[in-house]
């Protein structure tokens, strides 16, 4: 798949898989949105971003969040801006005990991992067809 000119949107892109994704993304010319919960870790991918000289936007967006995702697909789809790759890199982890688990942590597990997971592909409607899933 030829990347340059392509539009890239990207989940969890603040930092590790998902920031070096956004880079090498951008790299191959791709136009990137990187999004993430965490603004200042954003405010780290636009620095180098400018440095580098590399066509990467951001926008902080909590995958969890139904409302604020739709918004943003919404938003991307009336400016003509869908993405042709997206990927849902958004995820966390958690080592401990299956019965020492808390059920609050459980929950965030879910609703972070496996929910927000599903958001983009809910955004189907907007004209996202093709969504990759990163996990380790």
Known sequence: MKISGKRAFITGAASGIGKETALVL?????????TDISRE??????????RENLAIRTAQLDVT????????????????????IAVNNAGVVYIG????????????????NVMGSSMAARSSGHGWRKVARLAA
């Open 97 to 112: 005990s299956l019965f020492e688990t808390a059920p609050a942590t459980w929950e965030r597990l879910l609703n972070i």
């Open 41 to 50: 870790a954003l405010a780290g991918l636009e620095a180098q971003a400018a």
């Open 65 to 84: 969040n139904r409302a604020a995702y739709e918004t943003l697909a919404a938003g991307l789809h009336s400016a003509g801006q869908m993405p042709h």
């Open 26 to 34: 951008a790299q191959a010319g791709a136009d990137v949105l990187a």
